[in-house]
């Protein structure tokens, strides 16, 4: 296929919708309308259910706003027609950022209803287990960005739609060890998850550095795009995205370390409090006065 009609937009201006995404935002509009109502005037029709904080309510919504602004605004649209670093700057926040606010926001209480039943759970199990989702995540990150791959999916909008409902869940069973919102599905201790955020920071580095490193256009898509709509050279601008996609993973899985690390101390400062103080002397000791 000639790449130059894989960018339908580059003769003629966006629509509004194209831009904007109305229908994307209304149904995002829903999704907070429902979650403030489960948490609010709703909650008490949940078992266990428990206040929620204002702290946890922001989170959710601001990543229903990331969601947007990564899906549905005019990053999407430029994004995908003209600019890689823009779509790489995209892919960030959908994949790297948003999943956690959205998974901070939500409380267990919540989910439970829709995972009873033990092969539900068991499901749920295989699917969070971190070495799976160690795996999957990084392998739909890399497959996505080898150049075949990705060039086929922009020009072909429903496998690109496919994939990214993949992609996206690959990106929530990956955060989900790190951000469990229900305690029986948290098994991993501090140190392990620590660990986990660190390996999942390598995986995702020799995708990024091919990018980086590359002495040519890697993407046919791009290299279409007409010289006088680009604000960098194509070479230059492909470099950008590989920079903004491994700036924006090494602050999110610091701020990721960093979030388990003080919740690991403040959990350990805890039991230390709880603990009942020791006798100065052991007891039977001879040296009591």
Not at 30 to 39: C, H, I, P, R
Not at 54 to 79: H, M, R
Not at 140 to 146: A, E, P, R, V
Request: hydrophobic residues 50%; charged residues 15%; aromatic residues 16%.
């Amino acid at each position: 296929m000639d790449p130059t009609m894989s960018h339908g937009g580059h003769e003629t201006g966006p629509t509004f919708a194209a831009l904007w995404s109305p229908g994307f935002l209304l149904l995002l509009i829903v999704v907070g309308v429902l979650y403030t109502l489960a948490v609010g005037r709703w909650r008490k029709d949940f078992a266990d259910s428990e206040p929620v904080a204002l702290k946890q309510k922001l989170w959710f919504w601001l990543g229903l706003a990331l969601w947007y602004a990564a899906e549905g605004s005019p990053l999407s649209y430029y994004g995908h027609h003209y600019f890689f670093s823009v779509h790489m700057f995209q892919q960030s926040i959908l994949y790297l950022v948003m999943p956690p606010c959205l998974l901070l926001g939500l409380p267990g209480w919540l989910l439970r209803p829709a995972l009873k039943g033990e092969r539900t759970k068991r499901v749920m199990r295989f699917l969070t287990n971190p070495l799976l989702s160690l795996f999957l995540f990084n392998f739909i990150f890399s497959m996505y960005h080898i150049p075949m791959i990705m060039d086929a999916l922009m020009a072909n909008a429903a496998a690109l739609f496919i994939y990214k409902i993949f992609f996206l869940l690959a990106a929530f069973q990956m955060w989900f060890p790190v951000f469990c919102p229900l305690p029986e599905y948290n098994t991993m201790s501090e140190m392990k998850r620590m660990a986990y955020i660190f390996v999942n920071g390598i995986l995702l580095t020799p995708a990024c550095a091919l990018i980086i490193f590359a002495r040519d256009p890697m993407y046919a898509m791009y290299s279409a795009v007409p010289e006088q709509l680009l604000l960098l050279p194509m070479l230059d601008d492909q470099q950008l995205g590989g920079v903004i996609m491994k700036i924006v993973q090494e602050i999110v899985y610091g701020v990721a370390l960093g979030f388990t690390f003080f919740r690991w101390y403040r959990r350990e400062r805890k039991q230390d409090d709880e603990l009942p103080d020791e006798p100065y002397f052991p007891a039977g000791s001879a040296n009591r006065a």
